[in-house]
């Protein structure tokens, strides 16, 4: 059984690129969302068993989803990707539940070395 895994990102490219990832490694990727608030509908549809979320979107960004999908289940398990020199919006995410974080341009086994831990 593959895990099922949301992809949160404004921008397709970065979406595609992880997506590619995980469906060469075995992962099944069960939805894709561009900003926060379309993450935690699809979060509520989906039941993913985890969630990348980009911290950097417009409408509603990704510590704000991940901490309103927290309020819906604390068990919630999400890894945030930032960009180069958003250490301080990493810390507010880790703060606020974050399991882990990759940087961008991501690096694919950095990828899938922070799920297979996420997921335990």
Not at 57 to 73: F, H, Q, S, V, Y
Not at 95 to 100: C, E, F, S, W
């Amino acid at each position: 059984m593959a895990n099922r895994i949301l992809i949160v990102d404004d921008a397709a490219f970065m979406r595609m690129m992880i997506r590619d990832i995980l469906t060469k490694n075995g992962y099944e990727v069960v939805g894709e969302a561009q900003d926060g608030a379309q993450a935690i509908e699809k979060y509520k549809e989906l039941n993913p068993d985890l969630i990348t979320m980009d911290i950097t979107m417009p409408e509603m960004d990704g510590i704000t989803a991940l901490k309103e999908i927290r309020k819906l289940d604390t068990n919630a398990k999400v890894i945030m990707c930032s960009a180069m020199g958003q250490q301080a919006m990493v810390i507010d995410a880790i703060q606020a539940g974050a399991k882990d974080f990759i940087v961008k341009p991501f690096q694919a086994d950095r990828v899938i070395e922070a799920i297979k831990k996420t997921l335990g």
